[in-house]
Nanobody, 126 residues
Framework: QLQLVESGGGLVQPGGSLVLSCAAS????????IGWFRQAPGKEREAVSC????????YYGGSVKGRFATSRDNAERTVFLQMNSLKPDDTAVYYC???????????????????WGQGTQVTVSS
């Protein structure tokens, strides 16, 4: 069972930046697509980004496109979510999720992913 651990959340002022990390405890993420999702209180879980295996496509949700970027480290053990120009509406618990040999698309859904991290809180406030 793939276990994922997110880190990097915290409190940031509007306009600031954060980098979230998603790491697997014992396995390489090379053959896993990694999705980032977020859920704010009283709202449904929302797909933020998705990075495919290899040179496959990368997806970004409309509300974060141009501000967020996801990438893998060279060792393929960690996936990052760089979040810039943060807004109060970005406040949520952020989760990373993994799925073997999955190709990301505009139809990405949380139900497509079988392994999840515990989540990390991101709060954007002055």
């Amino acid at each position: 069972q793939l276990q994922l651990v997110e880190s990097g959340g915290g409190l940031v002022q509007p306009g600031g930046s954060l980098v979230l990390s998603c790491a697997a405890s014992e396995f390489s993420l090379k053959h896993y697509a990694i999705g980032w999702f977020r859920q704010a209180p009283g709202k449904e879980r929302e797909a933020v980004s998705c990075i495919s295996v290899g040179n496959g496509p990368t997806y970004y949700g409309g509300s974060v496109k141009g501000r967020f970027a996801t990438s893998r480290d060279n060792a393929e053990r960690t996936v990052f979510l760089q979040m810039n120009s943060l807004k109060p509406d970005d406040t949520a618990v952020y989760y990373c999720a993994a799925e073997w040999d999955y190709t990301c698309s505009d139809d990405v859904m949380s139900s497509d992913f079988g392994s999840w991290g515990q989540g990390t809180q991101v709060t954007v406030s002055s």
